[in-house]
């Protein structure tokens, strides 16, 4: 799990209600038209710029990629790149038939090895998937960006809807106040759901996709210098460039026996 995103959550929340209850009750902050408005409202207007499957999908991605920190560190890629491109110097590229690893697209470069097509093709077929998967990460990405442009223009929507009926109520002075902070209400909503749940959302999805993509780049180089026959010790060295300078030491696999 990615503890980062779910402490920053919680505590973002916490945050707001302590604050809600310094000088109120939660039900003081509680308007179910005005929370109606802006969500349902921020809900329609998505489904009006994205497909439905392009929502969920979004939503699961998120779940998955936010919530989750299953990402390989390029270290850890490098040292079993550098295994693999040994085995492969002692067996041959059929050495690598019984190497199983839990990373997707490691795992389809291998098999793709395997099973004897050239370089080409294999090199093809990654950059197909590489470009399938940052797409995927991009439409997520505008979905909560698209949620977080919406909740505030809808909470507007709503404390202006709250100040007309507001306004047909002049002629009971007492009721204006209580009025105008139900109005208000439908702000605080929409602005929470976007600084505080789609914006960083969409912030932590924009940052996963770029670590998917810097580790996908590193396996492609990787397992182009495999089938080149390339030396692990050089072809490590070529691949440093993917972590910083204090993460290099031990990089390097065994010298053959």
């Given at each position: 799990?990615?503890?980062?995103?779910?402490?920053?959550?919680?505590?973002?929340?916490?945050?707001?209600?302590?604050?809600?209850?310094?000088?109120?009750?939660?039900?003081?902050?509680?308007?179910?038209?005005?929370?109606?408005?802006?969500?349902?409202?921020?809900?329609?207007?998505?489904?009006?710029?994205?497909?439905?499957?392009?929502?969920?999908?979004?939503?699961?991605?998120?779940?998955?990629?936010?919530?989750?920190?299953?990402?390989?560190?390029?270290?850890?890629?490098?040292?079993?790149?550098?295994?693999?491109?040994?085995?492969?110097?002692?067996?041959?590229?059929?050495?690598?038939?019984?190497?199983?690893?839990?990373?997707?697209?490691?795992?389809?470069?291998?098999?793709?090895?395997?099973?004897?097509?050239?370089?080409?093709?294999?090199?093809?077929?990654?950059?197909?998937?590489?470009?399938?998967?940052?797409?995927?990460?991009?439409?997520?990405?505008?979905?909560?960006?698209?949620?977080?442009?919406?909740?505030?223009?809808?909470?507007?929507?709503?404390?202006?809807?709250?100040?007309?009926?507001?306004?047909?109520?002049?002629?009971?002075?007492?009721?204006?106040?209580?009025?105008?902070?139900?109005?208000?209400?439908?702000?605080l909503y929409g602005a929470f759901i976007a600084?505080?749940?789609?914006?960083?959302?969409?912030?932590?999805?924009?940052?996963?996709?770029?670590?998917?993509?810097?580790?996908?780049?590193?396996?492609?180089?990787?397992?182009?210098?495999?089938?080149?026959?390339?030396?692990?010790?050089?072809?490590?060295?070529?691949?440093?460039?993917?972590?910083?300078?204090?993460?290099?030491?031990?990089?390097?696999?065994?010298?053959?026996?």
């Amino acid at each position: 799990m990615d503890i980062l995103t779910l402490v920053g959550l919680v505590a973002g929340v916490l945050i707001v209600i302590l604050a809600m209850l310094a000088n109120a009750s939660l039900l003081t902050f509680l308007n179910l038209p005005g929370l109606a408005i802006v969500l349902g409202g921020t809900f329609a207007v998505t489904l009006i710029k994205f497909r439905m499957a392009s929502v969920m999908s979004a939503f699961r991605m998120a779940m998955s990629a936010a919530f989750t920190d299953r990402m390989a560190r390029p270290a850890e890629l490098i040292r079993e790149v550098g295994t693999l491109a040994m085995v492969v110097r002692k067996e041959g590229t059929l050495g690598l038939e019984n190497h199983q690893t839990d990373n997707e697209f490691l795992q389809k470069a291998i098999n793709l090895c395997v099973d004897g097509h050239p370089p080409e093709l294999v090199e093809e077929a990654l950059a197909q998937e590489t470009q399938q998967t940052a797409e995927r990460y991009e439409v997520a990405e505008r979905v909560f960006r698209g949620i977080g442009e919406s909740a505030p223009a809808l909470g507007m929507l709503g404390t202006l809807v709250g100040l007309v009926q507001m306004l047909n109520t002049l002629d009971d002075p007492g009721s204006i106040g209580p009025a105008m902070a139900v109005a208000l209400l439908t702000t605080l909503y929409g602005a929470f759901i976007a600084q505080m749940i789609a914006l960083p959302l969409a912030d932590k999805l924009q940052l996963k996709a770029e670590d998917e993509a810097r580790n996908q780049v590193l396996i492609i180089t990787s397992i182009k210098n495999i089938m080149r026959g390339e030396n692990p010790r050089v072809m490590t060295e070529l691949l440093s460039s993917f972590v910083t300078p204090e993460q290099r030491t031990g990089l390097a696999p065994e010298r053959e026996a």
